[in-house]
């Protein structure tokens, strides 16, 4: 143990802990700029100098380690006023029109700028010297390079979490910036817009593209029936953006501030995470029968999940050769969509040209998704705009609504009804954990053999899991699986899919299945979930994903009543005619 003081209060930490982690302990608050508590130390940004007694050096508290006998002051006279010249420098090279900026309110600049009283007096005004940029060609990220402090986070985030290296370091002393190769527009990169960035980016400089007025307009136009969906993980978070604790399921407050807001169906994207899972798992058991029966050499295994697309846009540039090896099936948002504008439709008797499709998402890549030319099986664009959870927030804020006070309402049927198994799907490992309840069954016709339905080795935050389960006395459908051991793998955050298919590629791996997510863990941690978002808050969300799939009376996809019956009265059979047409489709290098 370390002992120093801090304020000239004792305090005893680990070695190797920062003084900024010291202070954490006693609940003082240093501000900081550059750290993350995801990323690596940067210490570049200097708003977090602390003054070390007896030396007449300032240094930054989140990248000098705390040591024996430190007296440490966080609040001196001359850390202030250090403090405050870093924050004038900042704001002065900082376009800062803050009342017109999307991030007005929740900057932390702005936030830092009203704490330490930053004035005009002395202000230099260097945003006029600069010739900058701003990209707004992607449907996902808008990058404002005019709002940029040079924090590095995004770079940070784009390469450390996610392993691609879309944004870097170019130039240097005062033309220094945040660029992308040759300075392209993020959606000529190998950006998957995962958003990761926007999500710890401090200032309005990276954001997501926001779709709010089309949403109020629509809503507004008596012409239109207006469809939601909502993704597994928003549920678990959208408390947050509106001043609860992380870890709050809202599933029914949500529901009902959606019909408040004057959306004519409420429907649950979880309804199509179960029939993805019906049509994946079937698609699975059709790959391992084509690979071990038939010996058929174009059957690839691993298969890889597919609904996450920053996931798909990920292999897309990094391994295009094993595009054959990811799930035809499309991911839940867009079976979703193009159910809703065919057989939800025809069965409210609305004209699919008047339906306007939109979707609460976790993640800014579900709205390059819905952009994507495949997307359209409905013979319209099948959904038609993507909020984040923070856009739904904000909607809910205009519209006055008192969130906390709201009662609880249900989803409104058909494509309301879920499962347990959908839920998780908004965890890393729910996907895997999902299809082996259900794959298992249809196999052996008894359930996975786990305590209570709960596959533990799938779940949790280790960067790659791994789970086997060995099928025995499968139905006789089933024979040719007998004693085959089914070996899954689950990664989370693009630098660990990279692990994975890396060893897919040299043949080190011997999978059969694999999940991947692009987000830290899973889509709880998406880049349009509210800020911040940290492993300590995405545990916390976690818990409360697997609270709400042990609450759920059904737990396994293929139960699901509404799936049975949208087979029954349309579908037909997995991997049928009209599921190929809407529910599946290709991508190619
Ligand atoms: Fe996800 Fe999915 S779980 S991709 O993480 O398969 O975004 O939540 O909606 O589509 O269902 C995200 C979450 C989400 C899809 C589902």
């Not at 993020?186 to 958003?195: I, K, P, Q, S």
């Not at 690839?300 to 050769?321: A, F, N, V």
């Amino acid at each position: 143990k370390i002992n120093l003081t801090i304020d000239h209060i004792q305090v005893s930490v680990d070695k190797g802990a920062t003084i900024l982690e010291a202070a954490k302990k006693l609940n003082i608050k240093i501000p900081t700029l550059c750290y993350h508590e995801d990323l690596c130390v940067a210490g570049n940004c200097r708003v977090c100098v602390v003054e070390q007694m007896g030396s007449d050096r300032l240094v930054p508290s989140c990248a000098t380690p705390a040591s024996e006998g430190m007296e440490i002051l966080t609040n001196s006279l001359k850390v202030r006023n250090a403090r405050k010249s870093v924050i004038e420098l900042l704001v002065s090279e900082h376009r800062a029109e803050c009342t017109r900026c999307y991030k007005n309110g929740v900057c932390e600049l702005q936030h830092l700028s009203s704490e330490y009283l930053i004035g005009e007096d002395g202000l230099i005004d260097l945003v006029a010297l600069k010739n900058y940029t701003i990209d707004y060609f992607s449907p996902s990220i808008i990058k404002d390079d005019s709002k940029c402090i040079r924090c590095q986070r995004c770079v940070r985030s784009c390469d450390q979490l996610q392993n691609i290296g879309a944004l870097s370091v170019a130039y240097k002393g005062e033309k220094m910036k945040i660029a992308s190769f040759f300075e392209k527009p993020m959606y000529e990169v190998v950006c998957t817009n995962c958003g990761q960035c926007v999500n710890r980016c401090p200032t309005g400089a990276l954001i997501e593209r926001n779709y709010i007025d089309e949403v109020w307009s629509a809503i507004n136009n008596p012409q239109k029936h207006l469809v939601v969906q909502t993704a597994p993980a928003v549920r678990i978070a959208l408390g947050e953006a509106l001043g609860m604790e992380s870890g709050n399921i809202v599933t029914g407050r949500m529901v009902a501030a959606l019909r408040r807001l004057g959306f004519d169906s409420v429907l649950d994207t979880d309804f199509t995470a179960d029939l993805t899972i019906i049509e994946e798992g079937n698609e699975l058991l059709q790959r391992l029968k084509g690979a071990l029966v038939d010996k058929d050499p174009e059957v690839k295994l691993p298969m890889t999940t597919s609904c996450s697309p920053g996931w798909i846009k990920y292999i897309e540039h990094m391994y295009p050769q094993l595009l054959p090896n990811v799930s035809t099936a499309k991911s839940p948002q867009q079976m979703f969509g193009a159910l809703v504008k065919t057989y939800y439709a025809n069965k409210i008797k609305v004209d699919p040209e008047d339906i306007v499709s939109v979707s609460i998402m976790p993640c800014t890549a579900k709205k390059y998704e819905a952009n994507r030319p495949e997307m359209h099986s409905s013979g319209y664009k099948d959904v038609d705009l993507v909020l984040t959870t923070r856009e739904l927030a904000r909607m809910i804020e205009q519209a006055g609504i008192d969130f906390k006070a709201l009662e609880n309402e249900e989803f409104d049927s058909f494509m309301g009804v879920s499962s347990g198994a959908a839920v998780i799907f908004g965890a890393t490992g729910g996907v895997m954990e999902a299809a082996l309840r259900t794959a298992y069954e249809i196999v052996t016709g008894r359930e996975v053999p786990f305590d209570g339905l709960n596959i533990t080795p799938v779940r949790g935050m280790d960067e790659v899991k791994e789970a086997a389960i060995k099928i025995e006395n499968p139905l006789p459908e089933w024979s040719f699986l007998d004693g085959v051991e089914l070996k899954t793998c689950v990664a989370h955050g693009l630098a660990n899919a990279k692990k994975v298919m890396d060893s897919v590629v040299n043949g080190k791996a011997q999978y059969h299945f694999i999940e991947i997510m692009a987000c830290p863990g899973g889509c709880l941690g998406g880049g349009g979930q509210p800020i911040p978002t940290n492993m300590e808050i995405r545990k916390r969300r976690t818990e409360a994903i697997y609270r709400e799939d042990e609450g759920m009376p059904i737990r396994k996809s293929h139960e699901n009543p509404e799936v049975v019956k949208l087979y029954e009265e349309f579908l037909k059979k997995p991997l049928g005619h009209k599921s190929h047409e809407l529910l599946h489709t290709t991508y190619t290098p």
